[in-house]
């Protein structure tokens, strides 16, 4: 069973900084492309930053020169540095596993539970 644990959230005050980790674990072998997604009170889940195996990455025009995605394949841990945080970064945020490669059978898509970050003004 692959699990993804978050841990890294919590309250920060505007304009202050958040690390956001994620490990999976499972007799893990290898993983596609890892993302950060959030969801705010009463809107959807969106995509906030994603990372290829290979280090290919994707923001989300809100997060551009605030947030850094990475990744260590070794561990099959992500990460999401947060600098700069306004009120609106709040949200709940979930990590997101695709094409997750195990001993035993290959899983599409995994998600974490979501850790809650909130931005106080």
């Known amino acids: 069973q692959v699990q993804l644990v978050v841990t890294g959230g919590g309250l920060v005050q505007t304009g202050g900084s958040r690390r956001l980790s994620c490990a999976a674990s499972?007799?893990?072998?290898?993983?596609?492309?890892m993302a950060w997604y959030r969801q705010a009170p009463g809107k959807q889940r969106d995509l906030v930053a994603s990372?290829?195996?290979?280090?290919?990455?994707v923001y989300a025009d809100s997060v551009k020169g605030r947030f850094t995605i990475s990744r260590t394949n070794a561990n099959n841990t992500v990460y999401l540095q947060m600098n700069s945080l306004k009120p609106e970064d709040t949200a709940v945020y979930y990590c997101?596993?695709?094409?997750?490669?195990?001993?035993?059978?290959?899983?599409?898509?995994?998600w974490g539970r979501g850790t809650l970050v909130t931005v106080s003004s």
């Open positions: 990372i290829t195996r290979g280090g290919s990455t």
């Open positions: 997101n596993a695709e094409s997750v490669v195990t001993t035993i059978h290959r899983h599409l898509q995994v």
């Open positions: 499972g007799r893990i072998l290898s993983i596609d492309t």
